[in-house]
């Protein structure tokens, strides 16, 4: 496959940014972010070319608890209007609904009603029938729809591809590679880009990356997929998100060559909200997430190792690598 | 040109890891290390697998006072035997000389008094004609020798090929790409490695790559050139080097098959030496160095916005841009 990065030196209008940090960074902090701060993001997002803007989950209100959880694990409508009005700007509103965890029935509103452009669908390998449902469900109700793929890494090649063919042929519109591990590297992205590429091409669908920062590959790997003609790549300011976190957007856009983005606003965001956030919360790369990344294993681990402000690197890999 | 990454599921006994610790990190203090630290660096090196170990600068003793660093600056061949004894290991020792900063004739003993196996002569490329000079010297001491062009992100491809035909006739053993601004993306890396690989094949020569982490894409790079056939990799513990630092080793090594490597002793030593060492000093990836490197320029502005724990990033991003 011909790298399509070299053709940058112009660009690719159809590549679009997706800002995850108050999604994939809501788990770090249970959502907690402040109205001024999610102001700050929005507007933010809106000058820096920016083209769609996660708010969060529409997660279940019967299995989280309200009180224990920041407003955007919720995502009411209401509460998107409050930042964004009638949203008179070019960026799009995305939010996550997770397999098994949303009534989504209820909770997701008619298009017509709702400030929310795209509903991004997120299962596992073996969820995809309920992902379909779900999938169906949107667009009936008039979104935009994406199908995030978690724990790529962890796919049979062939389960995979019957996976991906399934979604391909529901009315989903993008389908999501996300390397939730973070223990993809560059040229085996390479090979999973291509999967999806060539199944998302047989049926006019986008594809798009969601990466992760265990093994410093975030950015690389998304970089990797945009060369290789992924056009949807997520990214976080200060990469705020589980764990090691994500790719970063100040990375992302000082990398993308259309003049529509700029890096400017971003930086301001990054000294005025992002570097304050940063004493009070605690994410990206460090050790515990390069090893769980090394070995492929979800980075529960790592963020308990985290949490616990353990130093003792060198226990924790005998515990992460021991039979028992 | 196809990438061999895929051939490491088996791997490539050819590859060499180059830990440039002591050197590249000695600049973020002066060299100062502790004599307990480069022991058990050596102890960790060679228990790890690691093929070389630099162990600082051969610096001039008239251009630089030997009171106002340590002494891995000056790296005296009695320094390092006290480290190393009579070296009974399979890892091999490398110091780096710089063109035009180091008295060569007299501090380089010929290889059959001296522990050092690998003499790196580190240029810019208008100094070629120098670095032949030094490359000679050192060749007919009987050691081997490494060209290390730096700032290659700035070379013209035609001077580059120039600089390369003449160092490649020299009888220097190894090319180096040195990517002295964190500047380089892997696509742009993959097309250098070509460059460089495609000359050295040519005079038999072998290629070696040294990346900063200005855009977090140190480790990447490394890999990204590993595939394409670079067989020298540098890496630092825990990056450390100077402003963004390097690839890290602990990286590197989780990534490569070979079964001589071993992460486990690479793991021990962050704990005990480089978590205490990162307490005192400063480095790695941040914002200033992104900002640096996406502009390619000189990490200078950003190391002097670190030292100065500046938080101001938006104002350093308005001084590296002006045109005053």
């Not at 109205?35 to 969060?56: C, H, I, P, R, S």
């Not at 856009?253 to 000294?271: H, R």
């Amino acid at each position: 496959m011909e790298k399509e990065l070299s053709k940058l030196m112009g660009f690719r209008p159809e590549i679009k940014v997706v800002d995850a940090t108050l999604r994939d960074g809501g788990l770090v902090n249970d959502f907690y972010f402040t109205d001024e701060f999610v102001k700050e993001l929005y507007q933010t997002n809106v000058k820096a070319g920016v083209d769609y803007m996660e708010f969060g989950y529409k997660a279940s209100k019967e299995l989280f608890d309200v009180n224990k959880f920041g407003k955007w694990k919720f995502c009411d409508d209401d509460h998107i209007r409050e930042i964004t009005g009638d949203n008179n700007s070019p960026l799009k509103i995305a939010v996550m609904a997770d397999v098994g965890r949303c009534d989504f029935r209820k909770d997701i509103q008619e298009k017509s009603n709702s400030p929310i452009d795209l509903i991004r669908v997120a299962c596992y390998l073996h969820q995809i029938p309920a992902a379909v449902e779900m999938i169906e469900d949107a667009k009936s109700k008039g979104y935009e729809v994406s199908c995030n793929i978690m724990a790529v890494s962890n796919a049979q090649e062939a389960d995979l591809k019957i996976a991906l063919e399934t979604i391909a042929k529901s009315p989903a519109d993008i389908l999501y590679i996300v390397d939730s591990y973070g223990s993809i590297y560059p040229e085996q992205m390479a090979r999973l880009a291509d999967i999806f590429l060539n199944i998302a091409a047989k049926y006019s669908k986008q594809v798009g990356i969601h990466a992760h920062d265990n093994q410093k590959l975030a950015f690389a790997n998304t970089i990797e997929c945009c060369g290789d003609g992924v056009n949807y790549l997520d990214a976080t300011y200060a990469s705020m998100g589980r764990g090691a976190g994500n790719c970063s957007i100040e990375n992302l856009i000082g990398f993308l060559k259309n003049p529509k983005f700029n890096i400017y606003p971003v930086i301001k965001f990054l000294e005025e909200q992002m570097a304050p956030l940063k004493e009070q919360c605690k994410w990206g790369y460090d050790w515990q997430y390069l090893l769980t990344g090394i070995l492929n294993q979800h980075p529960r681990t790592a963020i308990a190792y985290t949490k616990d402000n353990r130093k003792d690197i060198t226990n924790f890999y005998k515990e992460i690598t021991s039979e028992s």
